[in-house]
């Protein structure tokens, strides 16, 4: 099967400035997540979608970041405006069942290369 | 709040060798864990995984060891290989799966 696809690879954008990123999950997954990953640590929870609503979105900075996943299909997260700190890996993951759980284990795409000068 | 934790930041073997990746947790409440492996470039990509109510589980050259009692669990890679090199990451999460929490991770090198 097809993977999580993501795009763009990589991307470079002066602070301040805005950016969006692009997912496309599993198909037939039902459940989204998009993840940060500064250099050096672990991935953290930005928010996850069950179809197209909201399950969780505690981490998420709402004063300039945003995620929508209309359809329940593909994802777009957006920072506006960006800040240094913004600087990570922004990956999508996606799992069949609704949320985590010992049968639908998450899966990851490569990711999109955020670097804020 | 409480997070997951590694031990050893990088792990140096020979090509061969049996190699033991650690993890430290703290949320008492966590009951499932799952070890990924991120290669350059590339996304986390799932190992194994194991439940609270076991203490040993095998995969294909990897086992995964849990210690309850003093939050411990342990991934054992054997006979590693060159391609084993990468990050691994423990990662754990409670019943209800509710936020599954990353370590940061322990970047392991195979010379051959």
């Known amino acids: 099967e097809a993977g999580v696809a993501q795009s763009p690879r990589y991307k470079i954008i002066e602070k301040r400035q805005s950016v969006a990123f692009w997912c496309n999950p599993i198909?037939?997954?039902?459940?989204l997540y998009w993840y940060q990953q500064i250099l050096g640590q672990g991935p953290k929870l930005l928010i996850q979608?069950?179809?197209?609503?909201?399950v969780d979105d505690s981490q998420l900075p709402k004063d300039r970041f945003s995620a929508e996943r209309l359809k329940g299909v593909d994802s777009t997260l957006k920072i506006q405006p960006a800040k240094l700190e913004d600087s990570a890996v922004y990956l999508c993951?996606?799992?069949w069942g609704q949320g985590l759980s010992y049968n639908s284990p998450l899966h990851f795409g490569n990711g999109t290369r955020l670097t804020v000068t | 709040g409480e997070s997951v934790g590694l031990h050893l930041p990088t792990l140096s073997v020979q090509e061969g060798d049996n190699s033991i990746i650690n993890c430290a947790y703290s949320?008492?409440?966590?009951?499932?864990f799952i070890w990924y492996k991120q290669e350059s470039g590339k996304g986390p990509q799932f190992i194994i995984d194991?439940?609270?109510?076991?203490d040993k589980r095998q995969g294909q050259r990897v086992t995964v060891l849990l210690n309850k009692t003093v939050k411990h669990l342990s991934l054992q890679i054997a006979a590693t290989q060159p391609g084993d090199s990468a990050v691994y990451f423990c990662?754990?999460?409670?019943?209800?799966?509710?936020?599954?929490?990353f370590g940061t991770g322990t970047r392991l090198l195979v010379s051959p």
């Open positions: 993951a996606s799992s």
């Open positions: 949320n008492s409440a966590s009951d499932y």
């Open positions: 194991i439940r609270s109510n076991m």
């Open positions: 990662a754990e999460t409670n019943t209800g799966f509710q936020k599954l929490v």
């Open positions: 198909s037939g997954h039902a459940t």
């Open positions: 979608f069950q179809n197209n609503g909201v």
